[in-house]
């Protein structure tokens, strides 16, 4: 958009210089503030809508349903996987880690420990979803907003300011710790189908969340 105006304004010249000896700059002037007005409003424009939209993501993040269905699950999902006593937390880790290395063998082993601590409890009259079902539900949530930053759909210092609290206490330490043992007990290193969201919350985490020189909260990057 920039160079085409800049085009029509250097042909728009010629076209003045070549036909007048006396070109009306004032004109030509006109026409390229004009231009250069519709590009910054274009630009202010895009930028609202970005901001708007990580505000809209906020409010999801932090609504009810989202809190109830999502966020509280894996809350106590990340104080099992910190707090329990050995040997139940060895065992709880191990049925976490295996479930997604080993989808199908992700009922073998304590049974009576696997129900004790309703992890992969799938009954149909439960008011939430199960912790492993909320737990990848909130690292989807956290790979579309990195997606969202990447394709400049949302304005990357508001994701940062809001959601770097939040994620960087005890929900980061729980999805950095599932990372590790994950990368650990894969059979080799070769990747696994959906891994993808290691790359991404990565990136939220050492890009998107990482701290801010001076220059850049000048421009509001």
Not at 7 to 31: H, M, N, Q, R
Request: hydrophobic letters at 40%.
């Amino acid at each position: 958009m920039v160079w085409s105006l800049l085009s029509g304004f250097w042909l728009y010249c010629e076209g003045i210089l070549g036909k007048s000896s006396s070109p009306d700059w004032g004109v030509a002037l006109a026409t390229l503030f004009a231009g250069s007005s519709v590009i910054y409003l274009a630009r202010q424009q895009g930028r609202l809508d970005r901001r708007r939209t990580a505000l809209q993501m906020h409010e999801k993040f932090f609504s009810l349903e989202f809190r109830q269905k999502v966020q509280l699950p894996v809350w106590k999902m990340a104080l099992k996987w910190e707090h329990l006593p050995e040997p139940e937390r060895k065992w709880f880790r191990d049925a976490v880690v295996n479930s997604y290395l080993n989808p199908e063998e992700r009922h073998k082993g304590d049974k009576n420990f696997i129900k004790l601590i309703d992890h992969f409890n799938d009954r149909s009259d439960l008011p939430f979803l199960t912790e492993n079902q909320a737990f990848w539900a909130f690292l989807t949530f956290f790979v579309t907003l990195d997606g969202y930053v990447k394709n400049k759909i949302v304005d990357a210092a508001v994701v940062r300011d809001m959601f770097k609290p939040t994620y960087s206490g005890y929900y980061g330490r729980l999805i950095e710790s599932f990372r590790k043992e994950v990368e650990e007990r894969r059979p080799s290193a070769n990747r696994l189908p959906g891994d993808e969201w290691m790359e991404a919350l990565k990136h939220l985490e050492h890009e998107v969340f990482a701290e801010r020189s001076l220059f850049e909260k000048i421009i509001g990057l």
